[in-house]
């Protein structure tokens, strides 16, 4: 029987080779293993994985498709529910989703639908004039023109969620057109997630290729917010609606003293400037200094980003955490690879103080003991500090990586935008904000989330825009 199989394994970089470059972890499945891994799919008639999916990717099917040897027809069918397979299959905490509920986990292993995903997206990708489009799609691709134009719909920010809102409005025959403040399209894509773990060339490239090929423009170094208010593009530019998907690129800070020293540093900075302007080059123009010691400060994905890119710019790496390892919100694989990549976790450890030297250089970190109390409002035990438990760790370099929130300046320059108290955009359950025509999802709503929320958000959002420009028509 196909469960009888063992779950196959996946081919991974060395740690002691990977930790000296940015080159990527997994090698993923070739064709033979990917085959083999298929063939251990029950094709459940009642798909549990499938309603854990964010996206609502039709798992069995495309899994099916795969094990007939039919790979553009896996690639189709991905492609009805999702515009970067590519990406969602290296990134996606499948774990918690799709392979968090196959009936095969429930006594063994589950089937590795992200490995199997980022197969068929990686051949795709790889193939010459190929056209992985659904069958519906009603916009032009590499090896058509069809598509019938109708209104134009702005898309603020190039995200995630920008991306799959935009991908999918294209498909319906939208004029679809992107502005991204930065010079390069991908928001956290290219920012926040490091080479190891997302190749910017290879993949984050050729998926944003892939929605351009379907008629969706970009427009960089443009600030919507700042150079143009949001409002211009509807009563100027003559936009039909707007989806704001800017993500949430404002780093949080514990307010704890030291915090203005120097080699104190955001995990969005300091990914941003080693993913974006390839700090860890030998000759890159914006150079990042982390010191031979470096503490992070958190426990979720963003936490293991920063200290595995830190381990790999020559740094000894602590990750601090007030938790225990139990608790830690990233995903076990993340975790499983920084150990192996020489990372020391200190649990159970919440900084009080950033020690610095005359110079207003970072020496060390102050840390207090903690030990879990009862359960706080995420159900998760809360730390309490141990009264007296202290604990110095030297350190060159202190990166704080505790979450981050949206960009407050597109709701500050919009009038009448309402945003909840934590500084996220209000919407209703359409993903309307509080003016007529403009949409917004993904982290700029939510907050920090993964990639395949804030997917799921846009697509909700290129339904929602569909929708309201059909009514307006009719009106």
Not at 9 to 17: C, G, I, L, M
Not at 127 to 152: Q, Y
Not at 396 to 402: D, K, Q, R, T, W
Not at 450 to 463: E, P, S
């Amino acid at each position: 029987m196909a469960n009888n199989i063992p779950r196959v394994k996946v081919r991974e970089q060395a740690p002691e080779e990977r930790v000296h470059n940015f080159e990527e972890v997994c090698y993923g499945y070739n064709r033979d293993e990917a085959l083999l891994e298929a063939s251990r799919c029950l094709n459940c008639k009642n798909p549990s994985c499938m309603k854990a999916c964010p996206v609502s990717i039709k798992i069995p099917l495309f899994i099916s498709k795969l094990t007939q040897g039919d790979i553009q027809g896996a690639g189709r069918v991905i492609a009805e529910d999702s515009s970067l397979p590519a990406i969602c299959g290296r990134v996606c905490p499948q774990e918690n989703q799709c392979e968090g509920s196959c009936i095969l986990g429930k006594r063994g292993e589950p089937v590795a639908i992200g490995k199997l995903e980022r197969f068929v997206a990686d051949t795709l990708l790889d193939m010459p004039d190929n056209c992985a489009a659904p069958a519906n799609c009603s916009a032009p691709t590499p090896n058509s023109t069809c598509g019938n134009k109708s209104k134009r719909i702005a898309v603020i920010g190039s995200g995630p969620s920008s991306l799959a809102c935009a991908g999918d409005l294209a498909k319906m025959g939208y004029d679809v057109t992107i502005f991204e403040s930065l010079h390069k399209a991908g928001g956290v894509l290219v920012y926040g997630i490091p080479e190891f773990r997302l190749p910017k060339q290879k993949i984050v490239e050729r998926e944003i290729e892939s929605i351009k090929a379907l008629g969706v423009k970009i427009k960089t170094n443009i600030f919507i917010g700042k150079s143009i208010h949001i409002k211009d593009l509807m009563e100027r530019e003559g936009f039909s609606a707007i989806f704001i998907g800017t993500g949430a690129g404002l780093p949080r800070f514990m307010n704890i003293p030291g915090e203005s020293l120097n080699g104190v540093f955001s995990a969005n900075e300091f990914l941003t400037r080693t993913n974006l302007m390839r700090a860890y080059l030998p000759d890159a123009e914006t150079p990042i200094i982390s010191g031979k010691e470096v503490c992070v400060v958190g426990g979720g994905n963003v936490a293991m980003d920063a200290a595995r890119s830190a381990a790999r710019l020559g740094s000894k790496v602590t990750v601090v955490y007030r938790r225990t390892e139990a608790e830690l919100p990233a995903r076990a694989e993340e975790v499983h690879h920084a150990k192996e990549e020489g990372i020391i976790f200190k649990t159970l450890t919440n900084p009080i103080e950033i020690i610095g030297d005359e110079r207003g250089w970072v020496k060390g970190l102050r840390c207090q003991k903690m030990e879990l109390g009862e359960a706080d409002e995420s159900g998760r035990r809360a730390p309490v500090a141990i009264e007296g438990a202290e604990e110095f760790i030297p350190t060159e370099s202190v990166i704080m990586a505790l979450g981050t929130a949206p960009n407050p300046v597109i709701a500050k320059c919009t009038p009448g935008l309402a945003t909840n108290k934590k500084g996220c955009i209000a919407i209703d359950e359409n993903c309307a904000t509080s003016i007529k025509g403009i949409f917004a999802g993904g982290d700029a709503v939510t907050g920090a989330a993964t990639v395949i929320l804030a997917m799921g958000a846009g697509r909700k959002a290129a339904a929602a825009i569909h929708n309201y420009c059909q009514q307006e028509s009719q009106a």
